[in-house]
């Protein structure tokens, strides 16, 4: 069964610091894998995706993820925060073949101090 | 183009009671996945509808039934609600015909049962 770690439920960062968050899947074949934002009351918005090929992915903001299949890893950076960054950050696993589902993890908020 | 929209926006809700949530997908999908995220968690999967057809089901018990509509639009209805079923309640769009399908969610629907 496919599922999602991520190991850090909070990271507290300085506005202009790079920020990297952790995600760790398990997964029986190469997994398709995405990091959604969710601000505050709302829903989820796509910051990138993998599927194949180069294993560093770019996304919105500024974002970018790397894919490391000897590690079971898929995680975010991000060069220099902005407050606006605050948020809770999502790792996700599928879907695949005949599993039409997003697995995700439990998530990490992200705080921004000034 | 309009993106996933869900309404309503807020439902409040006693025990015992039946709800219905609605879904319209993004312009040119015709899957519907409707997710559970309750506070503090990730998005659990409840199920999958394509062709008006409930495609995969996730760990959810009857009380939790869909449907959809011939213009891709879905419904979620929960029956006999318990205090367990307050959550966000978010629809996410697809298509199909792509295998790498990317899920967008909606706003969600945040459903308080007292």
């Known amino acids: 069964a496919q599922s999602v770690t991520q190991p850090d439920i909070h990271i507290t960062v300085s506005e202009g610091a790079s920020l990297e968050l952790r995600c760790n899947y398990s997964?029986?074949?190469?997994?398709?894998l995405f990091w959604y934002v969710q601000s505050p009351g709302q829903g989820l918005q796509l910051l990138l995706k993998?599927?194949?090929?180069?294993?560093l992915v770019q996304g919105i903001k500024g974002f970018e993820a790397e894919f490391k299949r000897s590690q079971s890893s898929f995680n975010l950076r991000k060069p220099s925060v902005h407050w606006s960054d605050a948020a809770e950050y999502f790792c996700?696993?599928?879907?695949?073949?005949?599993?039409?589902?997003?697995?995700f993890g439990a998530g990490t908020t992200v705080t921004v101090r000034a | 183009d309009a993106g996933v929209t869900q309404s309503p926006t807020h439902l409040i809700k006693t025990r015992g009671q039946q709800v219905t949530l609605r879904c319209s997908p993004k312009?040119?999908?015709?899957?519907v996945s409707w997710y559970q995220q309750a506070l503090g968690q990730g998005p659990q999967f409840i199920f999958q509808?394509?062709?008006?057809?409930?495609?995969q089901r996730g760990n959810f018990p009857d009380r939790f039934s869909g449907h959809q509509f011939p213009n891709y639009s879905s419904e979620l209805n929960v029956n006999a609600l318990l205090l367990g079923d307050s959550a966000l309640y978010l629809c996410?769009?697809?298509?199909?015909?792509?295998?790498?399908?990317?899920?967008?969610f909606g706003p969600g629907t945040r459903l308080t049962v007292l």
């Open positions: 996410a769009s697809s298509l199909l015909a792509v295998e790498t399908d990317t899920q967008y």
């Open positions: 997964y029986g074949a190469t997994p398709y």
């Open positions: 993998y599927f194949s090929g180069d294993t």
């Open positions: 996700a696993v599928g879907p695949r073949s005949n599993d039409y589902k997003l697995s």
């Open positions: 312009s040119g999908h015709d899957t």
């Open positions: 509808y394509y062709e008006e057809e409930e495609r």
